[in-house]
């Protein structure tokens, strides 16, 4: 790879690369920290509020929340699509980066992906959860059975399902094939005999051959590929729930696009979130630099100008498409009842990441950590403007209603972050939040410092 | 262990360990066949064996929770009940207010629907919501169980005894025995009280009217010399014009006046004319949204308008006006008008005003109406009752005058103006006895307690029209140790005569001889039980000359009101009605028709006057220093007229009542002679806080969305497709790639005639008792959670303070495209053959998608467990006591109970449609149309919903739709719904 002398390298600190290894193992070796204490501390109980909250949902039922006769969904879709759309960070820079050749994807991968995963899992509660009879949640899967019952592939929440499952997968084994490198890494430094155990079985024997590595490049090329389209897919069904839909605020073609870009923008956002703090607490400042902060800013700006675009494209077309109803949602949305929240969705995806133009801003890293938080907010917004704003008054006055949240239902969102941060925590202390394998290759192409032969 | 049999000669050989072999090989073979026997020490039968325990044993385990309940089949057969097959018993629901000839459908010895009585002449098979309700009177929790001596159970020997060795007592002192009642319009009861009479002569009756009609009675004896209500006749007239009078909700005969109105109104057959109704009221009434032109008027004002109407008739037919006090509002061109359809107008008025009535009395004299509108010859047997006859009672309960007090079947102790009173007054009363059905504020303070039968575990008969007789009979064994309040007082009376060879004995002495169609009494008995109808055709006589001196007395000696400060209207609305059946639950979770409020009531206050005095809506207010009740701005309502209904702040009703509202019957006035519903010059003052208001809909406009589309009479003379026209416009845009479904049976269809429906509500009592749908209770209204599937939508039009009210009643669509039915992922809502759109509620998870795509919003969601139908046990949500073993009596054993977390919606009542079905093959022909009649199209009153099928093009529905005002709702998503609208026509002058 041609270094630049003006661009900016991608590992800083002259590391060799021992130093990487050491530097990155540096999180899981010993006990943790104090802050890590507080942390899984926070986490665990905003997960036991988060079972508080299911055990009213599934014991006392639905009612617990705020939904009524008009408004069928709220925040429990809100929040999965929300989940659904910070999951799409990780395997967008793993897959579509890797495919792009993109190299400073390579420390921001892992913790990417992983973030990825969990935020699957929180997405994926709340389908199961937001059901009546959750008991009978598995009607929703084609089994065979004796009484000829079959699933309605016509519906866009059964497509879902296996959107939903498939991008799991695919993306569990995609970051399972690319820790295995580093497993093996973990298992060779590690000292205690059942740590080396473990770390050995989960390594699936890897030696770093040359076979291995040709293998595993493969498959990692082969599921990038395979991943790519799903990073497309996953936000597109996931829209045509609104999308096929004859609500208006919902039946929109744009869905699609717009809800993949706004999928990318809110991941990269929330990865942002993470790292800015992540690379602080496990001293990986030298690895996951400004540069690669900077790099997803400027992700961020272009997925915000397109979820602009949307939004406007959504008022022109509501207009020039001359329906009444959908023309009534627009103004509605803007200008009615719920007009604070669209206004907050405006403001936090429209105009907080143009601020990202400036250099001085998307370097300053807690206003980029601000600024995420801005777009995570305005993200989970969007889709409660679209949800909410759209059911609570759509073709008949009479049946319009207002919507207010519960506790249940904050206790269950509060309750995905607790499963979200318990996990990534978790993650931190098990597995190397960078890609120590990946992270070498750039090393000699992209280092501030000539590099030391002084293999350990 | 069994023999175990060899496969091949090498798996024989592995027994013998080759010794040719090196050790170690033999070690190894030998380590095989010891896997070989462990492998196979499980055997199949073993697997089999064990496996089946463990299911088994799960099985047990999985399932010692579950109930056992017991179904006993009976051992002999009784005649004529099929079992899973329905028996209609006709009966009458009379409750002292409405009166409706009805059929009592009973399933298995339950009675679990009421139907209307299609022979009737009275009502003709209409119903309305409380009559509806009534099937769940039978059911009240509060029902009393058994015979009380001041509190606590007796038995009813126990109980004769006693109360006829106190009878006897005051017999011997000559003291006297007064009997509370309401109006008796049953001949056979009148006979019972004169048996009673002759037993102790000092017997006074005194009938005592919660909702009173004494100002028409008293003006009809100035006017004919006898105290009667006469026939109206709506249908007759081309012209109405109604002082507050709501005759389509709670005015005297509401389900006979929605009959004829809708009668004088329909257009679906060609007609080209049809009434014109004209309004005046203060508050916004079910009649008065109705009306083609409402005026609006202080109710301490109406007199002055029935004056000068009285006055511009005069003049107008050339007698001389008499000076009244100025009108606030213009008659001449009214009178005009009225004039024109001289021998075809009717003018009534609601108030209980005599001289009003008196003044309307001589209006309807020159009109020509009486004999034409009004039939003189035919009384109105409800509501008879004198105002003073219970303030002279309590007057001569408090000097000590009164020694036994029975009531039957009224609780002055709740809905008397001056219930404190009558209160106070029933201490001094030595012996008082109770006979009355529920508990009940009045119960409560008597002595004894006989409890009565409800009306559908009785015998009874009732004359509501002159000549006009109908029957009551036992639907059910009764349910608890009670008896018929006939029964109590003919035992009392010393005769030992039940009240049904009483009944028996007086119809074969009486009515027998006006029948002359019938050979023996048997066979006039079987058919009149039968039918539940009888009409005598007999007349009053003499009373076709209206004197109308007191009218002009009326007129002359007419005064302005005293003060132009506020005036309270007291009015009684179409769900609780008088507080009687307050403890409904159905009738209280009905939203009012014009308000869309329930489960309380509230000061109806309009907007002009909301924005002067700075109150919001759900602001507590007190009326003269009352307990505070909640605002609400009611667009049309008079500026300085409040409105607050009756029938609430039940204080010992049951769960769902006690504590509802607040009860104002306290605010009557005595007005001279008869109670006026109105106070003039009340006091509003702000209270502390707010109360929430439970309403179904809380968006008033349309949003100038083409939902309700209506018209001018003159505009559809010349057009009849007028206020219709853009359906031309969507259909040329319904465009589809795909072909288009045909249904080569039956296809099910709805029309609703706009033009008919009243809004009254009796659809959606209907609705719920026949498909088991939840009361959810006030917190979940609050939250938008009723569970109706039917809804009646109300929008107002043109400006708040004067607004246009038109109303839809909205169901599943069942649409041919449906959008519900694609987007379920299990597809537990399909569309069958014949059009309906299905609900497998066994199928249903829950993911609400279907009720967020459905555009009309008919989809309704249990949010808890309502039912007691859910898996697990304890979180039932019943706030009003629907789920008590009693009260779960009344479910219809045709329809799924819903469990918690699935969705449901109109079936369009595939259960009847499903039984008819059946019928007809059995009898092996095709159905028939209008057959099948869905339970809201059946309880309707003005005949304004039709079901049919839309293959059959002589079907009413598809009539209905061929007409031009026919229209989809939503029509131009291509949803095809399977509900079709006609336009609603106002017949104004534009």
Same mark, same amino acid.
């Given at each position: ?43 665990v109980?905003?997960l036991l509020f988060g079972a508080w909250a299911i055990y009213m949902t599934v014991y006392v039922g639905i009612g617990t929340w705020?939904l009524?006769?008009?408004?069928g969904w709220?925040?429990d879709i809100?929040?999965f ?36 995963l969990i935020?699957i899992m929180c997405a994926g509660f709340f389908p199961l959860i937001h059901m009546g009879r959750i008991l009978l949640g598995f009607f929703i899967f084609p089994y065979p059975n004796t009484r000829s019952l079959w699933v309605n592939f016509n519906s866009p929440l059964l497509w879902d399902v296996f959107a939903i499952t498939t991008y799991f997968l695919v993306?569990l084994i995609?970051?399972y ?17 059942i740590?080396?155990a473990i770390?050995?079985f989960l ?205 249940t239902e904050?206790g269950l969102?509060?309750g995905t972050?607790g499963l979200?941060?318990t996990l990534?925590?978790l ?30 | 262990m069994e023999k175990k049999y060899v496969r091949s000669i090498e798996e024989l050989q592995l027994d ?12 190894f073979i030998l380590g095989m066949e010891k896997e070989v026997k462990k492998m196979s020490s499980t055997t199949r039968r073993d697997f089999l064996k064990t496996f089946g325990f463990t299911i088994a044993s799960a099985a047990i385990a999985s399932s010692c929770e579950q109930p056992v309940r017991k179904a006993i089949p009976f051992l002999i057969q009784p005649?004529?009940v099929m079992p899973g097959s329905a ?19 009973v399933r298995d010895g339950r009675?679990i ?26 059911y009240?929790n ?234 003189? =010859? ?101 349910i ?261 479904? =045909? ?27 026949e498909n088991n749908v939840p009361v959810v ?8 959670r009723?569970m109706?599937w ?30 519900c039915e694609n987007v379920c992922p299990v597809a537990a809502t399909t569309h069958s053959n014949?059009?309906l759109n299905q609900m497998a509620y066994n199928r249903c998870i829950g993911t609400r998608y279907c009720a ?7 989809r309704r969601f249990n949010y808890f467990d309502h039912t007691g139908a859910d898996a697990f046990k304890g979180n039932r949500y019943d706030p009003?006591e629907m789920t008590t073993d009693l009260r779960r009596m009344v479910l219809n054993p045709d329809v799924t109970v819903r469990a918690k977390g699935v969705i449901e919606k109109?079936s369009?009542c595939v259960q009847r449609i499903q039984d008819?079905k059946l019928?007809?093959k ?69």
């Amino acid at each position: 790879m041609y270094v630049s002398p003006i661009r900016e390298p991608l590992v800083r600190g002259g590391k060799t690369y021992s130093q990487i290894t050491k530097d990155i193992l540096a999180p899981m070796a010993g006990r943790p920290s104090v802050y890590w204490y507080i942390g899984i501390s926070l986490s665990v109980a905003a997960l036991l509020f988060g079972a508080w909250a299911i055990y009213m949902t599934v014991y006392v039922g639905i009612g617990t929340w705020g939904l009524n006769k008009t408004i069928g969904w709220a925040w429990d879709i809100t929040n999965f699509v929300w989940w659904v759309g910070i999951g799409h960070a990780g395997t967008f820079i793993s897959a579509i980066l890797l495919l792009f050749r993109q190299r400073w994807r390579t420390s921001i991968n892992r913790s990417a992906e992983a973030m990825t995963l969990i935020a699957i899992m929180c997405a994926g509660f709340f389908p199961l959860i937001h059901m009546g009879r959750i008991l009978l949640g598995f009607f929703i899967f084609p089994y065979p059975n004796t009484r000829s019952l079959w699933v309605n592939f016509n519906s866009p929440l059964l497509w879902d399902v296996f959107a939903i499952t498939t991008y799991f997968l695919v993306s569990l084994i995609f970051w399972y094939v690319g820790l295995i490198p580093d497993i093996a890494t973990v298992r060779d430094k590690a000292k205690s005999k059942i740590r080396k155990a473990i770390y050995k079985f989960l390594s699936f024997g890897w030696t770093g051959s040359v076979r291995q590595w040709t293998r595993h490049e493969t498959v990692s090329l082969i599921l990038a590929g395979l991943a790519a389209p799903l990073v497309l897919s996953v936000h597109t069904i996931v829209s045509f729930d609104f999308a096929t839909s004859v609500i208006p605020g919902w039946h929109t073609t744009i869905f699609p696009p717009y809800f993949v870009s706004g999928a990318v923008f809110s991941g990269f956002a929330m990865v942002l979130t993470l790292l800015i703090v992540a690379r602080k607490a496990l001293n990986l400042e030298e690895y996951i630099t400004k540069i690669h902060i900077e790099s997803m800013t400027k992700v961020i700006i272009l997925t915000g100008s397109i979820v602009g675009i949307a939004y406007i494209t959504e008022f022109f077309i509501a207009w020039y498409s001359g329906v009444e109803y959908e023309q009534y949602a627009f103004l509605n949305r803007a200008f009615g009842p719920y007009a604070w929240a669209y206004w907050i969705m405006m403001t936090c995806n429209v105009i907080t990441p143009q601020l990202f133009w400036i250099k001085k801003i998307r370097t300053n890293m807690l206003v980029v950590f601000i600024i995420s938080i801005f777009v995570n907010i305005g993200m989970w917004f969007e889709r409660f403007v679209i949800i909410v704003t759209s059911l609570h008054r759509d073709y008949l006055p009479s049946s319009w209603a207002m919507y207010k949240p519960t506790i249940t239902e904050v206790g269950l969102y509060v309750g995905t972050f607790g499963l979200f941060f318990t996990l990534f925590l978790l993650f931190i202390r098990a597995f190397p939040v960078v890609a120590i394998a990946e992270i070498k290759t750039v090393l000699k192409a992209s280092t501030d410092k000539p590099m030391q032969q002084d293999h350990e | 262990m069994e023999k175990k049999y060899v496969r091949s000669i090498e798996e024989l050989q592995l027994d013998e360990p080759r010794l040719d072999q090196p050790a170690g090989d033999r070690q190894f073979i030998l380590g095989m066949e010891k896997e070989v026997k462990k492998m196979s020490s499980t055997t199949r039968r073993d697997f089999l064996k064990t496996f089946g325990f463990t299911i088994a044993s799960a099985a047990i385990a999985s399932s010692c929770e579950q109930p056992v309940r017991k179904a006993i089949p009976f051992l002999i057969q009784p005649e004529e009940v099929m079992p899973g097959s329905a028996s209609y018993y006709a009966s009458t629901f009379y409750d002292g207010v409405d009166y409706c000839s009805i059929l009592v459908k009973v399933r298995d010895g339950r009675p679990i629907k009421i139907e209307g009585n299609t022979l009737s002449s009275i009502t003709k098979g209409g119903t309305n919501s409380r009559t509806q309700a009534a099937i769940l009177g039978l059911y009240d929790n509060e029902r009393l169980k058994f015979p009380m001596e001041n509190g606590s159970e007796t038995t009813w020997e126990q109980i004769d005894e006693k109360i006829l060795d106190e009878l006897e007592q005051i017999k011997a002192k000559n003291g006297t025995i007064a009997i509370l009642t309401p109006t008796i319009i049953s001949p056979s009861t009148k006979a019972v009280l004169n048996t009673f009479e002759e037993a102790y002569p000092n017997t006074k009756i005194v009938a005592y009217d919660a909702i009173s009609s004494a100002g028409i009675l008293q003006a009809n004896k100035a006017g004919f010399g006898k105290a009667f209500i006469p026939s109206y006749r709506f249908d007759k007239a081309r012209i109405i014009v109604s002082f507050d009078a709501d005759f389509l909700g709670s005015w005297l005969s509401p389900i006979e006046y929605t009959k004829q109105y809708v009668k004088g109104r329909d257009l679906t057959q060609g007609q080209r004319k049809m009434s014109r109704h004209i309004h005046f009221e203060g508050n916004m009434s079910l009649t008065g949204s109705n009306a083609d032109h409402r005026v609006q008027v202080k109710p301490s004002q109406q007199k002055l308008v029935v004056a000068s109407l009285l006055n511009s008739l005069r003049l107008a037919s050339g007698q001389a006006t008499i000076t009244a006090p100025a009108s606030p509002i213009e008659t001449s061109l009214l009178a005009l008008e009225l004039l024109e359809h001289k021998g075809a107008a009717l003018v009534v008025s609601g108030s209980n005003d005599p001289e009003e009535q008196m003044m309307v009395n001589a209006i309807n004299e020159l009109l020509d109406s009486f004999g034409n509108t009004i039939i003189t =010859e035919k009384h109105l047997k409800v509501r008879q009752a004198d105002d003073q006859a219970l303030k002279q009672l309590i007057h001569d309960m408090e000097a000590n005058k009164i020694d036994a007090l029975l009531v039957y079947d009224v609780n002055p102790a709740y809905d008397y103006y001056n219930s404190k009173a009558f209160v106070n007054a029933l201490t001094k009363v030595k012996l008082t006895i109770a006979m009355t059905v529920t508990d009940d504020e009045t119960t409560a303070l008597c002595t004894y307690v006989c409890p009565d039968h409800h009306f559908l575990e009785a015998w009874n008969d009732f004359e509501v029209y002159t000549g006009h007789y109908s029957m009551a009979q036992p639907a059910i064994r009764p349910i608890f140790n009670t008896r018929a309040a006939h029964d109590s007082l003919l035992r009392w009376a010393g005769i030992e005569k039940d009240y049904r060879s009483f009944m028996k004995d007086y119809w074969q002495e009486h009515l027998f001889t006006a029948s002359l169609a019938d050979l023996s009494f048997t066979d006039f008995w079987n058919k009149r039980v039968h039918d539940g109808v009888f009409d005598t055709r007999k007349t009053e006589n003499g009373l076709t000359h209206f004197d109308p001196t007191a009218s002009i007395e009326a007129l002359s000696q007419l005064k302005a009101p005293a003060s132009n400060g506020l005036d309270l209207l007291l009015y009684t609305n179409v769900s609780v009605g008088s507080g009687k059946h307050a403890n409904n639950p159905w009738l209280q979770e009905l939203p009012d028709p014009v308000s869309k409020v329930c489960w309380d009531n509230y000061v109806a206050i309009s907007p002009r006057l909301a924005k002067e005095l700075d109150l919001k809506d759900e602001q507590l207010v007190r009326i003269n220093g009352s307990d505070p009740l909640p605002i609400l701005i009611q667009p049309g309502q008079e500026y300085k007229t409040l409105g607050v209904a009756l029938g609430y702040g039940r204080e010992r009703a049951g769960k769902p009542a006690n504590g509802v509202g607040r009860n104002m019957f306290g605010f009557q006035q005595n007005g001279g002679d008869t109670l006026l519903a109105f106070v003039e010059d009340v006091k509003l003052e702000k209270a502390d806080g707010t109360l929430a208001i439970a309403r179904t809909q809380s968006h008033h406009s349309m949003e100038g969305r083409s939902i309700v589309r209506e018209t001018t009479l003159e505009e559809y003379l010349t057009d009849p497709q007028s206020g219709n026209e853009i359906r031309k416009e969507i259909q040329e845009h319904l465009k589809t790639l795909y072909p288009k479904i =045909e249904y080569d049976g039956l296809h099910w269809g709805m029309a609703i005639d706009l033009n008919a429906c009243t809004g009254c509500n009796a659809c959606v009592v209907s609705c719920s008792v026949e498909n088991n749908v939840p009361v959810v209770g006030k917190e979940q209204v609050i939250m938008a959670r009723e569970m109706h599937w039917i809804r009646i939508d109300r929008y107002y039009t043109d400006d708040m303070d004067n607004p246009e009210l038109v109303r839809q009643p909205v169901m599943c669509q069942h649409c041919d495209n449906a959008p519900c039915e694609n987007v379920c992922p299990v597809a537990a809502t399909t569309h069958s053959n014949e059009g309906l759109n299905q609900m497998a509620y066994n199928r249903c998870i829950g993911t609400r998608y279907c009720a967020n795509n459905c555009p009309y919003k008919v989809r309704r969601f249990n949010y808890f467990d309502h039912t007691g139908a859910d898996a697990f046990k304890g979180n039932r949500y019943d706030p009003v006591e629907m789920t008590t073993d009693l009260r779960r009596m009344v479910l219809n054993p045709d329809v799924t109970v819903r469990a918690k977390g699935v969705i449901e919606k109109c079936s369009f009542c595939v259960q009847r449609i499903q039984d008819k079905k059946l019928l007809a093959k059995k009898q092996n022909r095709p159905l028939r149309d209008g057959e099948v009649i869905p339970a809201c199209a059946q309880a309707c009153p003005a005949d304004a919903i039709v079901f049919g099928n839309l293959n059959d093009k002589n079907s009413k529905v598809s009539k209905y739709y061929a007409d031009a005002r026919n229209y989809h709702l939503l029509e131009e998503l291509h949803t095809l719904p399977s509900v079709g609208y006609l336009t609603k026509v106002k017949n104004k002058t534009v």
